[in-house]
Nanobody
Framework: VQLVESGGGSVPAGGSLTLSCVVS????????LSWFRQTAGEREGVATI??????LYTDSVSGRFTISQDKSEHTLYLQMNNLKPEDTAMYFC????????????????????WGQGTQVTVSS
């Protein structure tokens, strides 16, 4: 399984970015796809989506970020609006198999595969 992210960059506070992640090498349906971010500390689960398009967000991004997927294109997205300086981090696409729970999908121990990461920088 390979995950390749794109779409990071630098924006001023209040701006928007959309991250993309192309997933290849897995055709099953029992899985979760997630976005994590990491600064100096541990990796934090940001949002996750299962094969039924059920989503879960961490509280700090709820209402500002939207996770979605295009199953025909095997692509995961993260639309980020009203970005804040505290959103600055390296963002990672992640996949966990098989699906167990949305909560586990938001934890690093629930991840089987990681992308290489894409940097998001928000200036104040």
């Amino acid at each position: 399984v390979q995950l390749v992210e794109s779409g990071g960059g630098s924006v001023p506070a209040g701006g928007s970015l959309t991250l993309s992640c192309v997933v290849s090498g897995y055709t099953g349906t029992s899985r979760c796809l997630s976005w994590f971010r990491q600064t100096a500390g541990e990796r934090e689960g940001v949002a996750t989506i299962d094969n039924s398009d059920i989503t879960l967000y961490t509280d700090s991004v709820s209402g500002r970020f939207t996770i979605s997927q295009d199953k025909s294109e095997h692509t995961l997205y993260l639309q980020m609006n009203n970005l804040k300086p505290e959103d600055t981090a390296m963002y990672f696409c992640a996949a966990g198999y098989p699906y167990t729970s949305a909560r586990l999908c938001m934890l690093s121990r629930g991840v089987d595969y990681w992308g290489q990461g894409t940097q998001v920088t928000v200036s104040s």
